[in-house]
């Protein structure tokens, strides 16, 4: 079966991971969420008291880390040293932190060379802000997801209100638009569309949509690589 790497970048809250998961499961690819890597890093350094906004206490740190995935029951979850923490980092607090440390120059490097290992053999689907740019710049399809900052904020004020929480939209939006921000303008592998990924604004595309949209650019990237013969 030939395989390829699919690369999905894209907004915060725009539904990367959701449809870099269903695409991944829909075709039989391994699904990696890069951002959950540094959401498990940010949650290390709140936990162990360390100062985001001084880089190197956080580079001091990276030693001592080591970012997993496994497989359970409910699905693929993240491992911070061989602890399940994925309910831990879903949270507004520490995906504002994860941004941040995004921003740090060793810290990337770090997690990035971690992605492109997992990627040695394809066959994988990865979402994230830099994948397409600075991960995989050769991946065979590069997708770049995208929807108004209102809308993304909606989502995500639904999403913190199913969890039990009781968010504030305008400071949900805030959020979205200081991430946008930090993203878009760090020095270090800022959020861009590359030349050859495709742009997706999926602001009134319904699920159903959106997944056979993607499901469709894969399997016409391989009918154009390897003639339909996986």
């Known amino acids: 079966m030939k395989k390829i790497i699919i690369a999905i970048d894209g907004f915060s809250s725009c539904g990367k991971s959701t449809i870099a998961k269903q695409?991944?499961?829909q075709i039989g690819?391994?699904?990696?969420?890069?951002?959950?890597?540094y959401r498990a890093l940010a949650l290390f350094c709140q936990q162990h008291n360390v100062d985001v906004n001084q880089p190197q206490q956080v580079v001091q740190q990276l030693p001592h880390i080591s970012i997993a995935f496994?497989?359970?029951?409910?699905?693929?979850?993240?491992?911070?040293?061989?602890?399940d923490v994925e309910h831990l980092i879903r949270t507004l607090?520490?995906?504002?932190?994860?941004?941040?440390?995004?921003?740090?120059?060793?810290?990337?490097?770090?997690?990035?060379?971690?992605?492109?290992?997992?990627?040695?053999?394809?066959g994988i689907v990865m979402d994230g802000r830099d994948i397409g740019s600075v991960v995989f710049p050769n991946a065979e399809l590069k997708l770049f997801i995208t929807a108004s900052d209102q809308v993304r904020a909606n989502?995500?004020?639904?999403?913190?209100q199913q969890k039990g929480l009781n968010p504030n939209f305008q400071d949900v939006l805030k959020d979205v638009q200081d991430r946008d921000f930090?993203?878009?303008?760090?020095?270090?592998?800022?959020?861009?569309?590359?030349?050859?990924?495709?742009?997706i604004d999926n602001s009134n595309l319904n699920m159903q949509q959106q997944q056979q949209l993607?499901?469709?650019?894969?399997?016409?990237?391989?009918?154009q690589l390897y003639g339909g013969n996986r």
Do not use: W
């Not at 520490?94 to 120059?105: D, E, R």
């Not at 930090?182 to 742009?199: G, K, N, V």
């Open 23 to 25: 695409l991944a499961a």
């Open 29 to 37: 690819y391994t699904y990696i969420d890069t951002g959950a890597m």
């Open 70 to 83: 496994t497989q359970t029951p409910q699905g693929q979850h993240v491992t911070l040293n061989n602890q």
């Open 93 to 122: 607090e520490i995906g504002n932190l994860a941004s941040q440390v995004s921003t740090i120059k060793q810290v990337r490097q770090f997690l990035v060379k971690q992605q492109q290992l997992m990627g040695q053999q394809k």
């Open 155 to 160: 989502r995500r004020f639904l999403e913190l």
């Open 182 to 199: 930090r993203d878009t303008h760090r020095q270090e592998s800022p959020l861009t569309q590359t030349p050859d990924a495709i742009l």
């Open 214 to 223: 993607v499901l469709n650019l894969y399997n016409q990237k391989i009918q």
